[in-house]
């Protein structure tokens, strides 16, 4: 049971490159997050899909849009890297009642944006 | 967004010792809560949570106690031990059950 797969692990972009972080998970949750966590910080929610076929800004979105591809999959992409946006990115899902609370967070993405 | 934060930022204990980690939170609204341990590279790991209608919740060597009149939560370690050593955040679920919102961490230092 991998839980929360997040790829890749590391990216150096030059600023005004695009990427694609990708997440996928095998826990049949329906909701899926993008956090970015800075150094000395906690979490900072981006985007969240409560459901296959919705998402939902969070707190700090500008800069990045996010695809629900499917239940398991939750991709966040940056059109025009800048250095602000230097951090490292964490995936997490939630299933909430019966089998365990709380989010699966995945193991980050350390961005570095030159 | 709320306003979760932690009275110390840094917390260095003796191996043995109990961990006594402190929480603020600002919406009395909130009404579920979760503390997280993040180890170093990777990403946070889910401890314990407690819910508003409970005043204290036991896991295994943890504790978590709510104070809603403060608004406060606290994160006991019993017998501490060098792998908790970790930076611990709490995060309150103010509007949206669906979302959480995290402090700042703390980082304890347990030593040998």
């Known amino acids: 049971n991998a839980g929360v797969t997040q790829t890749p692990k590391f990216q150096v972009l030059k600023t005004g490159q695009s990427m694609t972080l990708q997440c996928a998970q095998d826990?049949?949750?329906?909701?899926m997050y993008w956090y970015r966590q800075d150094p000395g910080m906690g979490l900072r929610l981006i985007y969240y899909?409560?459901?296959?076929?919705?998402?939902d800004k969070g707190e700090v979105p500008n800069g990045y849009n996010v695809s629900r591809l499917n239940k398991r999959e939750f991709s966040l992409r940056l059109e025009s890297a800048a250095p602000s946006q230097t951090s490292v990115y964490f995936c997490?899902?939630?299933?909430?009642?019966?089998?365990?609370?709380?989010?699966?967070f995945g193991s980050g993405t350390r961005l570095t944006v030159v | 967004g709320e306003s979760v934060g932690l009275h110390l930022p840094t917390l260095s204990v003796q191996e043995g010792d109990n961990s006594i980690i402190n929480c603020a939170y600002s919406?009395?609204?909130?009404?579920?809560f979760i503390w997280y341990k993040q180890e170093s590279g990777k990403g946070p790991q889910f401890i314990i949570d407690?819910?508003?209608?409970?005043d204290k919740r036991q896991g295994q060597r943890v504790t978590v106690l709510l104070n809603k009149t403060v608004k406060h939560l606290s994160l006991q370690i019993a017998a501490t031990q060098p792998g908790d050593s970790a930076v611990y955040f709490c995060?309150?679920?103010?509007?949206?059950?669906?979302?959480?919102?995290f402090g700042s961490g703390t980082k304890l230092n347990v030593k040998p």
């Open positions: 997490a899902s939630w299933a909430e009642a019966g089998v365990t609370y709380g989010y699966t």
């Open positions: 826990m049949n949750h329906n909701s």
């Open positions: 899909s409560a459901s296959e076929g919705t998402t």
């Open positions: 919406n009395s609204a909130s009404d579920y």
């Open positions: 407690i819910r508003s209608n409970m």
């Open positions: 995060a309150e679920n103010p509007y949206n059950f669906n979302k959480f919102y």
